[in-house]
């Protein structure tokens, strides 16, 4: 069984940087496409950042791109967010989520919540103006 544990979020304040780390517990954590979503009050969960099986492919919704970065480190199990120039509009739980259901491809980048199998617990980030 997979387990996704995610930390690093906190209160920032505007223009500031956060990294948000998510650790996952199996052995074959390069077997999984990664993916962070997000959930602000009152609105649906959308994607934020998502990562290739080998790192090389990303994606980032358009509000984060040029400030955000997702990586992933498959000799320590674990993908980043890094997330830089906040905003106000980035706040929200975070969550990331792993999916092997594209497996073996290497490239491909999974945008879509619904082919997510696993997914952590949430951090929360707050960004105050």
């Known amino acids: 069984q997979v387990q996704l544990v995610e930390s690093g979020g906190g209160v920032v304040q505007a223009g500031g940087s956060l990294r948000l780390a998510c650790l996952h517990s199996g052995r074959t954590f390069s077997l999984y496409a990664m993916g962070w979503f997000r959930q602000a009050p009152g609105k649906e969960r959308e994607i934020v950042a998502a990562?290739?099986?080998?790192?090389?492919?990303?994606y980032y919704v358009d509000s984060v791109k040029g400030r955000f970065t997702i990586s992933r480190d498959n000799a320590k199990n674990t993908v980043y967010l890094q997330m830089n120039s906040l905003k106000p509009e980035d706040t929200a739980v975070y969550y990331c989520?792993?999916?092997?259901?594209?497996?073996?491809?290497?490239?491909?980048?999974?945008?879509?919540?619904?082919?997510?199998?696993?997914w952590g617990q949430g951090t929360q980030v707050t960004v105050s103006s």
């Open positions: 989520a792993a999916e092997a259901r594209t497996y073996p491809s290497t490239t491909y980048v999974s945008t879509k919540e619904d082919i997510y199998d696993y």
């Open positions: 990562i290739s099986r080998s790192g090389g492919n990303t």
